[in-house]
């Protein structure tokens, strides 16, 4: 019924919301009508006249001011899009005529990936004028009676104007042209922005009563979906991703004490030199051995140990298995010259780093030179932290090499690098893939090994899936090589059985291992 009457009502609506020259010149006229209706009838029809005609257009004008307050109370101050409130409610009208005509919509969920971190980078001013770009550009990829709004910090909603055929195949044409639109770098005063965004939608053909609040609901879990399977993805909602969702928020409470529980684990995943292809060393990655979920990774746990402060707690475990395990090879007869640690930034600014670190090598009676400790670029990047710095370099006073992770995605200044002790860079994965055929990439990685070698630090690309990427990196100059295409992070036992394999294949002349004690 409801649904019946809509069109109706938005013809009213229409017709009160008119400033037409009609609507303007009918007040004037009253008086004249109100004469000739005591000419005709007498003091009664000029009483009726008089009282009663102003009376709708009193009616509409208050009408029209609450419909103008209401206009500008559903705009965006920072971007001029709609406010979620607003999106909800115009979006609800246009899917209440959906069901008459057979026509579909489909509404978007986008978000600007980490943009928590590019605020804390590049300052408010910058992060505002972001969003302002990103607002512009998706405005200019849509028509004119589809609804966009700023649905959160960097976050967008958009509705499409109901057409007749939108199947799953438009939508993720449409989500990649938002995407290809928001990723163009962003000029701003300093230096061009590369962002990143996650897109999640639904069609309205994919729920069974679509509501507005249901179709946002089921964009945004899409969009979720997305961003947990990194930057720059695209989801379509499915009817299972509710579950999904719920076991996922159980896991996030169960992560908060998994700790304790002991059931976190490191595993590890080899490195090997370019020229002579013997193990440099192995990363140390967090594994959540989730006793009936099976094997989670850090995206899974890492952000609830974050927000529970518990990445101290990790980083001690973490670097205890990491020593025991070079111990442990060095036992086995086993040559590998390093593990790396991976910090996050606030460990970085802990007091007690530089003592905790310590007591692990006395206790494990390791050479400090055995242990790497990657630094995320981004974190050096950031605005200058005094802290970080002075751990960092107390850390490699010690005889602990820093290797500075994801380079290439921080957007870290060649000055800052030289802020820090830095021995090696770890070419991040987005400049690996397709190195073997890509000539753009080529480019890419070959300036990054110039510029290393001449400020004297080594090279690891990261993500090396196969073993054209691995040639051609190898003939770039890159030293150090680390990937699926290498092997994949394993636990501990069977790092004995890849290395022993890997000897193998490379050759008796390089089976040369520190000795057992
Ligand atoms: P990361 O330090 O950049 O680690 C490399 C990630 O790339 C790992 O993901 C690894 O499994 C994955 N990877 C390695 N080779 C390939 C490849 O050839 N192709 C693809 N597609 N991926 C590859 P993982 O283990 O899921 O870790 C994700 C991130 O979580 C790490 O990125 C690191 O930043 C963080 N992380 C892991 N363990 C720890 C930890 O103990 N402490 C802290 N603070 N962060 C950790
Ligand atoms: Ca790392
Ligand atoms: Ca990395």
């Not at 770039?476 to 004995?496: K, W």
Request: aromatic share 6%.
């Amino acid at each position: 019924m409801q649904s019946r009457l809509e069109p109706l009502l938005t013809t009213i609506r229409a017709f009160l919301s008119q400033e037409s020259a009609l609507r303007r010149a009918v007040p004037l006229l009253i008086p004249a009508i109100s004469l000739g209706a005591w000419f005709a009838f007498g003091e009664v029809g000029l009483l009726v006249c008089a009282f009663l005609l102003p009376l709708p257009f009193l009616m509409t004008t208050s009408f029209m001011t609450g419909t103008r307050r209401r206009a500008r109370n559903e705009v965006d101050g920072l971007t001029g899009l709609l406010t979620p409130a607003g999106f909800e409610r115009q979006m609800q009208e246009k899917m209440a005529t959906l069901d008459e005509d057979g026509r579909t919509t489909a509404c978007f969920s986008i978000k600007i990936d980490n943009f928590a971190r590019l605020r804390e980078n590049h300052g408010d001013q910058a992060a505002e004028e972001v969003l302002r770009y990103v607002a512009d550009r998706l405005k200019n990829a849509l028509r004119g009676g589809d609804l966009i709004s700023r649905a959160g910090d960097a976050a967008f909603s958009v509705a499409l104007d109901p057409i007749a055929h939108f199947d799953i195949e438009s939508g993720i044409q449409m989500a990649t042209r938002f995407q290809t639109a928001i990723e163009e770098p962003i000029p701003l005063q300093m230096a061009s922005i590369y962002v990143t965004c996650s897109i999640g939608f639904c069609l309205s053909s994919r729920l069974n009563r679509p509501s507005a609040t249901a179709m946002i609901q089921a964009a945004d879990m899409a969009m979720c979906e997305a961003q947990l399977t990194g930057d720059s993805n695209i989801r379509a909602y499915s009817t299972d991703m509710g579950r999904k969702v719920i076991s996922r928020r159980k896991t996030q409470s169960e992560a908060a004490r998994t700790l304790q529980r002991d059931q976190i684990r490191a595993w590890f995943q080899p490195q090997v030199s370019t020229d002579t292809g013997q193990v440099t060393g192995f990363e140390a990655l967090a594994r959540w051995e989730h006793p009936e979920r099976g094997i989670l990774a850090p995206v899974q746990f890492l952000e609830v140990l974050h927000q529970t402060g518990q990445m101290g707690q990790l980083a001690d475990l973490m670097l205890r298995q990491s020593l025991d395990a070079v111990r442990a090879w060095d036992d086995a007869g086993f040559s590998v010259p390093m593990v790396g640690v991976n910090f996050a930034g606030e460990e970085l600014r802990s007091p007690t780093l530089v003592e905790r670190i310590q007591w692990e090598l006395d206790r494990t009676e390791l050479e400090a030179n055995r242990l790497g400790i990657e630094v995320l670029e981004s974190v050096v990047a950031g605005t200058p932290d005094d802290m970080v710095v002075r751990n960092v370099e107390a850390v490699n006073a010690m005889g602990c090499s820093i290797d500075l992770d994801d380079f290439g995605t921080g957007h870290a200044s060649i000055s800052s690098i030289r802020r820090l002790p830095v021995k090696r860079i770890k070419i991040d994965r987005s400049f690996v893939t397709n190195i073997d055929r890509d000539p753009d990439q080529q480019r890419m990685i070959a300036a990054i090994v110039t510029m290393a070698e001449r400020l004297g630090l080594e090279t690891l690309a990261e993500g090396v899936e196969n073993p054209a990427e691995h040639a051609m990196l190898a003939q770039l100059g890159c030293s150090h090589v680390q990937g699926f295409g290498i092997a994949r992070p394993m636990p501990f036992h069977e790092t004995l059985k890849w290395m022993k394999a890997h000897q193998e294949k490379i050759g008796p002349a390089l089976q040369i291992g520190h000795k057992p004690r």
